[in-house]
């Protein structure tokens, strides 16, 4: 069994205003995140991702940024998060994010229109950042080659594909329970 899947089958299930919502060290950061975990899923996002004409790699602070950090050290693909924090500089864009629990303004700086990007997150569960994320780089006019959440949390509503974009994962889960199953541990191509 892989460490992906054996880590998420092994995740504790907390409740918040109703919100199922699994612990794991990549969406969480605890507990600790196994270098050999991080190698596995940087892997395979580079295997399952579109990077040729990738200008740029973009993710959301604060958890997609160890996975996008190792991915560009692999690839060599320069890297831009994107905060919680305003800095008010000139090509700043701000995006309201709505999660399954939470409501937050989010601020892209340094993504030109014409850059070709690729977007990573960690979970894709209400599709709700990924969705402002997706939304607001179309309003600049970057060009978004691909886009992978390494795990999908099935069985809700999804922002991300209600809104049009397609969004690669590395593995589908559920909650049932309180538990963690496996929907398909291939993901969404």
Known sequence: MDQLKRSLLEAPIIEKNGYHYFVHPISDGVPKLDPG???????????????????????????GIHI???????????LTVIRKRE????????????????ENEMYINDVREGEK???LDDVLSTGGTLAA??????????EVIDTVAVIKKV???????????????????????????????????
């Open 37 to 63: 975990l991080l190698r596995e899923i940087v892997i395979r996002i580079i295997r399952k991702a579109k990077l040729e004409d990738v200008d740029r790699i973009v993710t959301p602070a604060a958890m």
């Open 68 to 78: 996008s950090t190792a991915v560009s050290l692999m690839t060599d693909i320069p």
């Open 87 to 102: 800095y008010g500089l000139d090509d700043e864009v701000a995006i309201s994010q709505q999660t399954g629990y939470s």
């Open 117 to 119: 990007v690729l977007v």
């Open 133 to 142: 994320v997706l939304d607001a780089l179309d309003e600049i006019g970057a």
């Open 155 to 189: 069985g809700g509503e999804n922002k991300a594909a209600d809104a049009g974009h397609d969004v690669k994962t590395l593995i589908n889960v559920d909650v049932v329970d309180g538990e963690v199953v496996i929907v398909d541990e291939d993901g969404d191509s």
